[in-house]
Structures are given as structure tokens and as C-alpha cells.
């Protein structure tokens, strides 16, 4: 399947086209480097259209309509002469509801979009957050998790006002869906769940308390929910100025994602697993590792290859707590609940192919 993705080279662009090529989709990438010849081509070649174009930083008050209720209904029609029923994705924003230029530029959109007979789904995004976030921009997140990560001061004016949030990874899961026709167009106005509640002096709070865990000798914060973990994710993606490359695995098995890595305090990852699955089956002669599920259930075994002592914690993200893995001890996780587990694991030192410290022996022979 062809999928058209307008706006590419941005934050939540580049997150989409990733994910759609991940999945087996081909991606036709259009931005601001490409010309009306180029968007009359691609639209004639696509299956689905995930229009994230727009303007919401211009130089003149123009822009924002030409940019965002313009080009949209340029899309639309062009779509419509080409006599083709394309489902079209729109990423619209909360602020459509607003009296200012931005929120009435995007409200066009919509309704344009709305009004088009074709199968359309106009999502109202919130504040988005994630990795690859540009700071000092229109991101309170990134520019806190910048400033902070770097020593830097933060502005905040009103510690009480709350902030509505939406993370990446939930956004493109959800676009992803509508691509494979798990949710069906809607001539409603649509948003994307779960969403999070924020105040800044909350947000600031936390991430200062990241940063401080994370040079501390534990290395890993006390995390309390999903928003707290996707936070710290984001967070991890601002400290990785010292020139590490971060791995992200992904099988049928689940993910690995590598958050943060120093030569000072080793490296965090996090580990998604699905239910009924069992990863593992090593044991280090020196590294020290700890594991905290946040998420979901788990149960982590550990055999003493010496003398074959077993050593099994069921753990939940309901009531987390650290689970120490033990040098000569071979160890397992395994999802043993209904949904995903999420386990934040930190290792003493970062993975090298020459020194990796990691042996093959199953736990449960």
C-alpha cells in the first residue's frame, strides 16, 4: 500500500513514515522540498493520505491560512479530480476550538475536509511530545527536558496551569490503525487516547527529579504511571550528547529500546514484552543489572549456575519494585499478564560487542 504523508520532515512526520515503512508500507514523503507536480504524482499513485502539513510558527498572519486551510483544501481537491474515494488523515489540533489565526486556520481545514465525501479522519492532536522534539520552539516539554538535561534555566510563569498532552508513539499507533482499517473513518471530530493532564510546575518537578535519579547510584527513578514512563523516555533522549548510537530492536517477541547511556552509570532500556512471552536466558560475571517493571506483570527468574538456587520475583507496574539480577545467576523475564509489560532495565556498564560479559545458559533446564 502507497501511503501519501504530507508534512514528512517533521516531528511527527518523521515518527509516521518510520513506523509505516516498519510495518511493509511504502512511503511517498511530501514537504516543503517538493513541488505541486510532485503532490499531483504522488496523490495519483496513493492508496491513503496522512496529511500532517501546516504552519503554526509564521512570519506574517497570512501564512497561517495558506499553510493550514489552504493547503488542506488543495489536497482535497486534488484528490477529487483525481476521481479517487482516498481515505485522508488529517492531524488537526484542540487549538481548532480557539478564537486566534492558528485555531481558525485549522477549524477551515476541517471543515473542508469534513465536508468532502471523502473517508476522512480529522484527529485534534494535543500538546505532543516525544523524541526528536526541537526545543525552543512550541514544546514545553522539549525545551524543559533541553534546558534541564543541559543545566540550563526554565521560564515558567504559572506553575498551576495544566497542560493537555498527547505522546508520539500513542499518535502514530493510532494513524497506523486507521492505515490497516482497524478504526473506521468518522464524520465526527476525533482524538487520540490516552491523553494526559499536566501542570508545568508538575512537569518541571519531575523532570529535575530524572535527571537527579539518574546521576544518583540508583540510576533509575521511581516511576508511577504511563505518563511518567513516556516522560522519562523523553526525557533520556535529551542526555545523548555524548555521541552514543541508541539501538531500537523489534520482533514478535516486543521491543528494545535503548533511553540512555554513560560511561559514568552504564545504561537504562527499556523492555517491552507480550503477554506469554519469556526473554533471557543469560547470566554476566561482573555487570550489575537491575530491573523494575512500571508496566504490566512479570516474573523474573534467576538459577545460580553454580549451585543451581533459584530465585523467582512476580512483580506488577500496580505495585513496582526494583528486582536486583545477580552476577552467575542466569535470568529470564516473562510476561505473565494480559497486556504488554514495560520493564525499565539498567545495566553498571554500556553493551560492547568486545566486552558484553553475557553467556547463553537457560534458566529452567
Known amino acids: 500500500m502507497n501511503i501519501l504523508v504530507t508534512g514528512s520532515n517533521g516531528f511527527i512526520g518523521k515518527h509516521v513514515?518510520?513506523?509505516?515503512?516498519r510495518n511493509g508500507f511504502h512511503v511517498l514523503p511530501f514537504d516543503i522540498d517538493k513541488t505541486d507536480d510532485d503532490l499531483v504524482k504522488y496523490i495519483s499513485e496513493a492508496d491513503f493520505i496522512i496529511h500532517l502539513a501546516g504552519i503554526n510558527r509564521p512570519l506574517t498572519i497570512e501564512e497561517f491560512y495558506d499553510g493550514n486551510s489552504n493547503f488542506t483544501k488543495k489536497v482535497v481537491d486534488l484528490v477529487k479530480l483525481?476521481?479517487?474515494?482516498?481515505?485522508?488523515?488529517?492531524?488537526?489540533?484542540?487549538?481548532?476550538?480557539?478564537?486566534?489565526?492558528?485555531?481558525?486556520?485549522?477549524?477551515?481545514?476541517?471543515?473542508?475536509?469534513?465536508?468532502?465525501?471523502?473517508?476522512?479522519?480529522?484527529?485534534?492532536?494535543?500538546?505532543?511530545?516525544?523524541k526528536w522534539c526541537r526545543p525552543n520552539y512550541n514544546s514545553a516539554v522539549s525545551t524543559f527536558c533541553y534546558n534541564i538535561a543541559?543545566?540550563?534555566?526554565?521560564?515558567?510563569?504559572?506553575?498551576?496551569?495544566?497542560?493537555?498532552?498527547?505522546?508520539?508513539?500513542?499518535i502514530v499507533s493510532t494513524f497506523l490503525s486507521c492505515v490497516k482499517g482497524d478504526i473506521k473513518p468518522s464524520k465526527d471530530i476525533l482524538y487520540v487516547e490516552p491523553s494526559y493532564d499536566c501542570s508545568l510546575g508538575k512537569l518541571a518537578k519531575l523532570l529535575y527529579y530524572f535527571k537527579e535519579e539518574i546521576e544518583s547510584d540508583r540510576h533509575l527513578p521511581t516511576l508511577h504511571d504511563e505518563f511518567e514512563l513516556k516522560l522519562f523516555k523523553t526525557f533520556c533522549n535529551y542526555l545523548s550528547e555524548q555521541e552514543y548510537g541508541f539501538n531500537y530492536a523489534e520482533d514478535n517477541r516486543g521491543s528494545f529500546e535503548e533511553l540512555y547511556?554513560?560511561?559514568?552509570?552504564?545504561?537504562?532500556?527499556?523492555?517491552?514484552?507480550?503477554?506469554?512471552?519469556?526473554?533471557?536466558?543469560?547470566?554476566?560475571?561482573?555487570?550489575?543489572?537491575?530491573?523494575?517493571?512500571?508496566?504490566?506483570?512479570?516474573?523474573?527468574?534467576?538459577?545460580?549456575?553454580?549451585?543451581?538456587?533459584?530465585?523467582?520475583?512476580?512483580?506488577?507496574?500496580?505495585?513496582?519494585?526494583?528486582?536486583?539480577?545477580?552476577?552467575?545467576?542466569?535470568?529470564?523475564?516473562?510476561?505473565?499478564?494480559?497486556?504488554?509489560?514495560?520493564?525499565?532495565?539498567?545495566?553498571?556498564?554500556?553493551?560492547?560487542?568486545?566486552?558484553h560479559d553475557t553467556y547463553r545458559e537457560e534458566v529452567e533446564k
Not at 513514515?17 to 515503512?21: K, V
Not at 480557539?98 to 479522519?121: F, I, Q, T, W
Not at 526494583?322 to 510476561?335: F, G
Open 17 to 21: 513514515c518510520l513506523s509505516l515503512e
Open 82 to 130: 483525481s476521481g479517487k474515494q482516498i481515505p485522508i488523515i488529517m492531524s488537526s489540533s484542540i487549538q481548532a476550538s480557539l478564537d486566534n489565526d492558528y485555531g481558525k486556520s485549522k477549524k477551515m481545514g476541517e471543515d473542508y475536509l469534513l465536508s468532502s465525501a471523502l473517508p476522512v479522519y480529522v484527529y485534534r492532536l494535543k500538546n505532543v511530545f516525544g
Open 150 to 170: 543541559h543545566e540550563l534555566p526554565i521560564e515558567i510563569r504559572d506553575e498551576n496551569y495544566v497542560v493537555h498532552f498527547n505522546y508520539i508513539d500513542d
Open 261 to 355: 547511556k554513560s560511561k559514568k552509570w552504564g545504561q537504562i532500556s527499556d523492555n517491552i514484552t507480550h503477554p506469554g512471552i519469556t526473554k533471557g536466558g543469560h547470566y554476566h560475571t561482573y555487570k550489575k543489572e537491575i530491573f523494575y517493571t512500571v508496566i504490566g506483570e512479570s516474573e523474573i527468574k534467576q538459577r545460580n549456575i553454580d549451585n543451581n538456587d533459584m530465585i523467582v520475583d512476580v512483580v506488577s507496574g500496580d505495585k513496582p519494585h526494583p528486582v536486583n539480577i545477580l552476577v552467575r545467576y542466569t535470568h529470564q523475564i516473562k510476561n505473565i499478564g494480559n497486556t504488554d509489560s514495560h520493564t525499565i532495565m539498567w545495566i553498571s556498564e554500556i553493551y560492547h560487542p568486545d566486552t
